[in-house]
């Protein structure tokens, strides 16, 4: 996407191609031909891609979110993994292990699960922090550490992971270090009725994930991962956007505010969604619908609470008070 100068001595991207445009609604429409009735979810799927983050899927077993995961997978024709995590599951079943070859007298790496462009951690509050952690880095920077050694992973890259309510029997809550580098949080809920009933008539013994193919290639991904970066955010966007960080760390009911991080983090999600509505720059809407999904999980309350539902029910009742308190740039 080339740019063209503009008499501020600023950077105006030029005009979204339909190439561009199209690759985006060719992703939407064959993952939605799967996951029925979720646009939101989808979409909240391909901005993390776009904008090269992670996307956590809360909520109980049996709505799809797995369903979308491989959906995501095979429409972009990448390899895809799934980790299914238990409380016995050890950092090198993710990252792999280093073994010892007796024919060649060197070590040879056993690749784990986390090289694929699209990882399914499924469940991932059911194993210790301490195997969570093992994704830190690969979420982070894109690489693995094993034995010293630094392996980078394919791009694109992104990590679907799944959480089950704490009222669920033997789950460890996410960490704070672990919950900030997801993107966006997102819950799935039970279909519409009408849709529900659909399913129930069309799916019957079979699997109509397995009837996907690709509709766009890794190439296109990346290229439009580039263009994210090119999106424009005007000075009174931004403006805004700081003035609901900055709320969120002065507030009474709130012990830790959002991050810098995480500013940072919904200031390039704002820019993906900008791109998937096929704009090249980003208005106030792109901004107010990913507070909740991008900022309510990296909250810390200053009053406890018993389960993950009511510490997520609270966190987005907070951030959306205070998206509705600061005014709106014109």
Not at 158 to 187: C, K, W
Not at 192 to 199: F, P, Q, W, Y
Not at 261 to 278: K, P, T, V
Request: charged share 20%; hydrophobic share 45%.
């Amino acid at each position: 996407m080339p740019a063209v100068p503009v008499s501020s001595g600023g950077v105006l991207p030029a005009p979204l191609s339909s190439t561009d445009i199209g690759a985006v609604r060719k992703l939407e429409d064959a993952i939605g031909s799967v996951v029925r009735g979720k646009p939101e979810a989808i979409r909240a799927a391909i901005v993390a891609l776009l904008a090269r983050g992670h996307l956590l899927i809360e909520d109980i077993p049996g709505v799809g979110k797995t369903t979308l995961a491989r959906a995501l997978a095979a429409a972009l024709g990448g390899t895809f993994r799934r980790i299914q995590f238990t409380s016995d599951l050890l950092p090198s079943d993710i990252v792999g292990v280093s073994i010892y070859d007796q024919h060649g007298k060197a070590f040879e790496l056993k690749r784990g699960p986390i090289f694929a462009n699209v990882v399914l951690a499924d469940e991932i509050n059911r194993t210790t922090p301490r195997t969570q952690s093992a994704l830190l880095e690969a979420m982070s920077e894109g690489q693995v550490s094993i034995d010293d050694t630094t392996h980078t992973l394919e791009t694109p890259f992104i990590v679907l992971a799944t959480q089950n309510p704490a009222e669920h029997y033997g789950t460890y809550p996410l960490p704070e270090s672990q919950m900030d580098r997801f993107l966006l949080r997102i819950a799935l809920g039970y279909p519409a009725k009408a849709i529900e009933r659909e399913l129930l008539r069309d799916r019957a013994g079979s699997d109509p994930v397995t009837r996907l193919t690709p509709v766009v290639d890794l190439d296109t991904v990346r290229t439009l991962q580039d263009a994210v970066e090119t999106i424009r955010v005007d000075d009174a966007l931004l403006d805004y956007a700081m003035s609901i960080v900055e709320d969120t760390r002065r507030h009474s009911a709130i012990a830790v505010g959002v991050s810098t991080r995480g500013a940072l983090a919904w200031y390039r999600a704002a820019q993906a969604s900008a791109l998937a509505a096929g704009r090249h720059f980003v208005v106030p809407d792109d901004l107010k619908l990913l507070a909740v999904p991008c900022l309510a999980h990296r909250l810390t309350l200053s009053q406890a609470h018993d389960s993950i539902s009511r510490l997520r029910s609270d966190s987005e009742r907070l951030i959306n008070e205070i998206v509705h308190r600061v005014s709106v740039p014109t």
